[in-house]
């Protein structure tokens, strides 16, 4: 009894404790798991904010669905605020939480991908610039409207979230790489994509070694791979953020972990690559080995979220099996 009195009085003031939390995570990661469980809301956490590096903070997602891991890297001049959240209302938790760690006026926003957790957020800065590339800001363009009727139609705080945003275009475009000067601090932003999109961008802070990797490297989980995404442009990814020698990553969802989780995320793929070229050899059809492979790696790994990427990326290897 009083544990569902402390829910009821949880969702009046929206707060989030742990257990909650804990008790949702599976369901917005896609474990497949949990489901009879209402999941938490997707709001960014308030005074959550832990610094990982020097000038690097984090406001972990606590593994709520449709709430990304967001970025503030503060240096001596500007600060730059990267994924914050699904609408304006996240975004202003995230200006509040910047706030607290930066008293920088010039302000920076940039975003992972085109998904609407991670840019409709960006309404809560008018003043501050979007440094976006070109690929992703055409991803945004084509998808962001089809991206957010999914979520609005998901709950009623989901539906007010997106309703209560203001979609934004870039400021400042590139084409694959740009280096942002915060002061005392940089920040380089390259495309790497098509991984889980085709404009997917990772943010790497030099200096203080931290790695904002997207939904290009995942801790814990499948990388969500689909239709769009390319398995040697994967591989290519993964080789290029290693010779970074990240010191922390931080992916777009989930756990913060170190530079191992680059090698671990590729080992997953390779393997999944190495199964889909035996059983094309084999004469199995492409639907025939991605059910294969999806099996497979879900008994290797039961506990792991994003179970539908496997099957992307068993379909992408296939595609490019000669
Ligand atoms: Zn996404």
Not at 27 to 53: D, M
Not at 191 to 198: C, E, I, L, Q, S
Not at 254 to 269: E, H, P, Q, S, W
């Amino acid at each position: 009894m009083r544990g569902g009195i402390k829910l009821a009085r949880t969702f009046c003031f929206l707060l989030l404790p742990t257990a909650l939390v804990t008790l949702s995570a599976a369901q917005g990661g896609g474990a497949g798991v949990g489901n009879a469980v209402a999941a938490a809301p997707p709001l960014v956490r308030e005074n959550a904010t832990v610094k990982v590096a020097p000038h690097t903070y984090v406001i972990p997602d606590f593994e709520v669905g449709q709430v990304p891991n967001v970025g503030i890297v503060v240096g001596s001049r500007a600060t730059l605020v990267i994924d914050p959240g699904l609408g304006t209302r996240n975004g202003e938790t995230v200006l509040r939480e910047t706030q607290k760690v930066s008293k920088n006026s010039e302000m920076f926003l940039a975003t992972t991908h085109y998904h609407t957790e991670h840019t409709l957020g960006l309404g809560a800065f008018p003043s501050a610039r979007y440094v976006n590339s070109k690929t992703q800001d055409a991803d945004f363009v084509q998808g962001w409207e089809a991206h957010a009727k999914g979520f609005a139609s998901r709950t009623a705080i989901h539906k007010d979230l997106v309703e209560g945003s203001t979609p934004r275009r870039a400021d400042i475009t590139f084409d694959s790489e740009h280096t942002l000067d915060l002061g005392d601090v940089r920040v380089r932003m390259i495309v790497v994509g098509p991984t889980h999109t085709r404009g997917d961008t990772i943010f790497f802070v030099e200096g203080d070694n931290v790695l904002f990797a997207g939904d290009v490297v995942m801790n814990e989980s499948f990388v969500a791979a689909n239709q769009g995404s390319s398995m040697s442009g994967w591989l290519a990814a993964f080789d290029m953020l290693e010779k970074m020698q990240p010191r922390v990553i931080v992916p777009a969802h989930g756990k913060v972990g170190d530079g191992a989780l680059i090698g671990m995320n590729r080992a997953f793929m390779l393997h999944i690559q190495a199964r889909v070229r035996t059983l094309k050899t084999e004469g199995r059809s492409i639907d025939e080995s991605a059910a294969a492979v999806e099996k497979e790696m879900q008994a290797r790994h039961p506990t792991f979220a994003r179970l539908n990427g496997v099957s992307g990326a068993a379909r992408a290897a296939y595609n490019e099996a000669r």
